[in-house]
């Protein structure tokens, strides 16, 4: 396996041609996040259909002209579960990928296994097996070994042959444009998250209401904010249930927040005072609005129709060769249900709108949903025998 190691100033003039010269580019990452704020970059995997690089960027000074090339409209970029790689893109460039593919996200469109690993994917559709001993491995520590680079540039070698490969497939299912709409929605989500502030999305934090959530939303400020300044994960700082249990209490009194268990320790107590302070702030601020503040009103479908529906969503992706996981859970299937009882219409970018009536997955499932929800279509049993013994039959 030929590939170039990338580490002096001096080499990536020879990479920047030979991105420049090529209209699809394999992208891949290794990085550390387990103890940092955000994913430490240890290594960029990059690969034309002629050439393989593996890029240091501890040693290369600058990297934009690299960066640039990935946002290129111009030019398709292929990853594998590429949501970090979207999220090194977006921090350094403020913009979204314009030609993302995920092969990932490809063979799910195509009925296979989702999510699939890339090791799965290159065995079954190339017959290549890919070896998995560094999966676990420190890529901080310099010098890499050989086995280390040899893993790395596996991991885009391979990306310009897969990508033919179910380019071919998605565009003899007419599903190319699945997989396009598919990748914009996901990136401006990762994207929107990126922008808002997190707090709302903690565990537990939906069960509180009024002033608590102001003391939820100062607690995490403060918590991101300093893990931040000392690039460290949030959670090492204030553990998110300790969050919701403050909030919970809603008590800025010093001596009894110092007698919660787990702020109780000594590594905690310099910083009862700062926590506290959040605490009145939170009681004083104006209540947050928060996403779900509309979805208490919308009716709760019966859990029998929601799992009817579930199971002709599963019916559909079966019978036309798409991964269910892909498509949307036995959630979405309750939203949408909620949605048609309530009948009221609503805008499709209201965040209450149903997934399922999104984009592709509207024509997918959406659509044959309602005729079955409606009493125009339903479902029987066909052939008992059959693995998929159920067919769809008109009704009227």
Not at 17 to 39: N, W
Not at 47 to 70: C, G, M, N
Not at 77 to 83: N, P, Q
């Amino acid at each position: 396996m030929n590939y170039t190691v990338v580490n002096q100033d001096d080499q990536l003039p020879d990479v920047m041609r030979s991105l420049a010269g090529s209209q699809l580019i394999g992208f891949d990452t290794e990085f550390v996040a387990e103890d940092c704020y955000q994913p430490d970059l240890c290594l960029l995997q990059v690969a034309t259909r002629e050439d393989v690089f593996i890029i240091d960027p501890k040693s290369i000074t600058d990297l934009s002209a690299f960066w640039e090339h990935l946002v290129d409209p111009e030019k398709t970029v292929v990853v594998h579960a590429g949501r970090e790689e979207i999220l090194f893109v977006y921090r350094v460039t403020g913009s979204a990928i314009p030609k993302l593919f995920d092969v990932q996200i490809a063979v799910g469109l195509l009925g296979g296994e989702y999510p699939a690993s890339y090791a799965k994917l290159l065995q079954r559709f190339l017959g290549e097996i890919v070896p998995k001993g560094e999966t676990r491995t420190d890529w901080r520590k310099r010098p890499l070994t050989r086995a280390q680079l040899d893993y790395a540039a596996l991991d885009v070698l391979h990306l310009p042959e897969l990508y033919d490969r179910l380019t071919e497939q998605l565009d003899a299912l007419g599903r190319l444009r699945w997989l396009e709409d598919e990748l914009r929605r996901r990136q401006a989500n990762l994207v929107q998250v990126q922008q808002q502030e997190g707090w709302y999305r903690m565990s537990g934090v939906q069960s509180l209401h009024g002033k608590h959530l102001g003391v939820v939303r100062q607690l995490w400020l403060w918590r991101d904010q300093r893990a931040q300044s000392k690039n460290m994960p949030a959670r090492r700082v204030l553990r998110d249930d300790l969050i919701i249990e403050l909030a919970k209490r809603g008590s800025a009194d010093t001596r009894k927040i110092s007698q919660i268990r787990g702020l109780h320790h000594a590594g905690f107590q310099r910083f009862i005072p700062e926590i506290a302070d959040c605490v009145t702030r939170g009681l004083k601020a104006e209540v947050p609005d928060v996403p779900w503040s509309g979805q208490s009103k919308r009716p709760r479908p019966p859990a029998l129709l929601q799992q009817f529906l579930t199971a002709a969503m599963s019916y559909l992706c079966r019978t036309n060769s798409i991964a269910p996981a892909i498509v949307g859970t036995s959630e979405d299937v309750g939203k949408l249900a909620s949605y048609w009882l309530q009948k009221k219409q609503l805008d499709p970018e209201d965040p209450n709108y149903p997934n399922l009536l999104r984009g592709w997955r509207a024509e997918f499932v959406g659509e044959p949903l309602f005729e079955i929800y409606s009493g125009k279509k339903g479902l029987q049993v066909q052939d008992p025998h059959q693995d998929m013994p159920l067919s769809l039959c008109d009704l009227q």
